[in-house]
Structure formats: C-alpha cells, structure tokens
C-alpha cells in the first residue's frame, strides 16, 4: 500500500483490529520512508440486488438512499449514529435473504418501517407519512393502525 503523503510503496503493517463483527478489518500503517503512520480499512464487498421501482424501472442498490431516509425519519429523536448504522445494515442483510437478484421498493419500504417501529414511534410515523404520501389525517391514522395487517396479508400473497 502507497503512502498517502509521500508515496513510497513499502508501508508496514503495525497494528490490525477486527470491526464489525469481524466483517471488517482496521490497519495502521507506518511509512518507511517519510515515517508517518496512517489507517487502511479493509471490508468485504458484498453484491446487493437490484431495485424495482413502483414504475417498473430498475435501478442499482444505493446504500444512501435507505440511510438518509432512515436519519430523516430520525432527527432530532434520541437515536445514535451506531444504531441507525445497524438498522441499515440489519435492513440490507434482510433484502440479500429476500433475493439476490431484484427486490421492489415496495418491500424496501415495509422492512424500513419494521425497524423504525421497533426502534422509535415518532420516526416510525414520520418515514411511514413520506412512503405511504397520504392524502388525509384520516388516511394516515387507518394505515398506521392497520399497517401490520397490510404487511402480513402482503406477504401472503407473494
């Protein structure tokens, strides 16, 4: 690995941590040459399916998607940072089990809400107002009430 200040290609290795439960890998690293020491990190790469909107089109998996909806839903609530990074990650493990191929917006959007229910009801119902676009107060207290049926009878189906 090159230096990053002076770009002598023999760097030492001197320290390596596993993170993420071992699905990711930090090294520190010293410069022969120049000295200076810097961090390397080394993570697996795994393939998502891709997208299917509501419009048919297809589209590739954007990692930043899900987690801004996921920070929108959860500003300003007493959520930290690690935990929203484990709701992604649990969200993005469960579409891999889903298909490797393709998986709809729509069940994107039902997984989402699984977690922010589970996580916060304030978040929950501010992702679940934008997904869901109701057009009424009314549409919006029905759906939240009835939204496990819906899933479950949704799942049913496929």
């Known amino acids: ?41 080394e993570t697996v790469e795994i393939s998502m399916p891709n997208i299917v909107k509501l419009d048919g089109r297809r589209e590739s998996y954007n990692r930043e998607k899900i987690l801004g909806g996921v920070e929108k839903a959860c500003q300003k609530r007493p959520i930290s940072t690690e935990q ?6 649990n969200i993005e493990k469960r579409l891999r089990e889903i298909s490797e191929k393709e998986v709809c917006t729509k069940d994107i959007g039902h997984i989402v809400m699984q977690y922010l229910r589970n996580l916060d009801p304030v978040a929950y119902i501010r ?32």
């Open 1 to 41: 690995m090159k230096c990053p200040y002076c770009q002598e290609s023999e760097t030492k290795v001197v320290d390596s941590r596993l993170l993420k439960e071992g699905f990711s890998v930090r090294r520190r690293r010293k410069c022969d040459q120049c000295e200076k020491r810097f961090t390397t990190y």
């Open 84 to 89: 929203i990074e484990r709701i992604v990650e």
């Open 127 to 158: 992702f679940a107002s934008v997904y869901r676009k109701f057009q009424d107060v009314e549409e919006f207290v029905h759906e939240i009430q009835h939204d496990e049926v819906n899933y479950q009878s949704y799942l049913g189906q496929q």
